[in-house]
């Protein structure tokens, strides 16, 4: 991230509307920009509300909106673990948006393989979009009570990949294996937003504003892009 972009924090008491309209706004702006946007949804249980909220605005033309996943659990897309489940359950089955516009990281194959198939998914359109690396417009996070996000948990090795976009990980937080995002594919995001909804992780927030944090979500820093902390605590 340019050492002058300090990241933005939002605090509301009307945590998924805002968020949604915060969605809402930035998909408009992109697709007049640039005819198209590009949303990569986190996992978790924070984004369920939001991704209820969304589904209910009536004027966004899903026909231009290309969604990925941060993460993904290795595991059945109808497990009740899966990411894609539970974006399918509070999002994709509440909207009309073209199968080809979702882009599923497959949990339920090896990981190693799915890894592979959605780094070729996201370059084969990065390559269309003239870029090295596929550029989310709103990447979504959230952040883990140890300070991790998306599938990059403290101490793992993902931390350190420096050349692939999306790779097998494994982490505590059950299921343990994994797909993530890498941080070089976040911090090439225009836009990174955490959506954190409990008071409990302040202190892990207040301490990556601080600067001070080795957490794997303090490594979100986008090279040409921003942050925003939308907080519902
Ligand atoms: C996952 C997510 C993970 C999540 C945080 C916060 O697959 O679990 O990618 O990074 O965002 O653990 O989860 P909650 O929103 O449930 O607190």
Not at 11 to 38: K, S, Y
Request: glycine share 8%; charged share 20%.
């Amino acid at each position: 991230m340019q050492t002058d972009v300090i990241p933005s924090v939002i605090h509301t008491p009307d945590f998924a509307p805002d968020a949604a309209r915060f969605i809402a706004e930035a998909a408009h702006a992109a697709i007049a920009r640039a005819g198209v946007f590009r949303l990569a949804l986190s996992g978790g249980n924070t984004p369920r509300p939001v991704h209820e909220t969304l589904a209910g605005i009536g004027d966004l033309p899903w026909e231009k909106i290309q969604i990925t996943f941060g993460d993904e659990r290795c595991v059945p897309p109808d497990d009740s673990a899966s990411n894609y489940r539970m974006a399918r359950e509070s999002l994709l089955d509440r909207i009309s948006i073209p199968a080809g516009n979702v882009f599923r990281i497959r949990g339920e194959i090896d990981p190693e393989a799915a890894a592979q198939e959605y780094e070729a998914q996201l370059a084969a359109f990065a390559a269309r979009f003239g870029e090295a690396r596929y550029r989310h417009d709103i990447l979504i996070l959230g952040l883990g009570e140890d300070g991790h996000t998306a599938s990059l948990f403290p101490g793992s090795p993902a931390l350190a990949e420096a050349a692939r976009n999306v790779i097998p990980a494994t982490g505590p937080k059950p299921p343990p294996q994994r797909i993530t995002m890498t941080l070089p594919l976040i911090n090439a995001s225009r836009h990174v937003v955490f959506l954190v909804n409990d008071a409990g992780k302040q202190p892990i927030i207040d301490e990556i504003l601080a600067g001070s944090s080795a957490r794997p979500a303090a490594r979100v820093r986008p090279v040409e892009g921003k942050v925003t902390w939308l907080l519902g605590h």
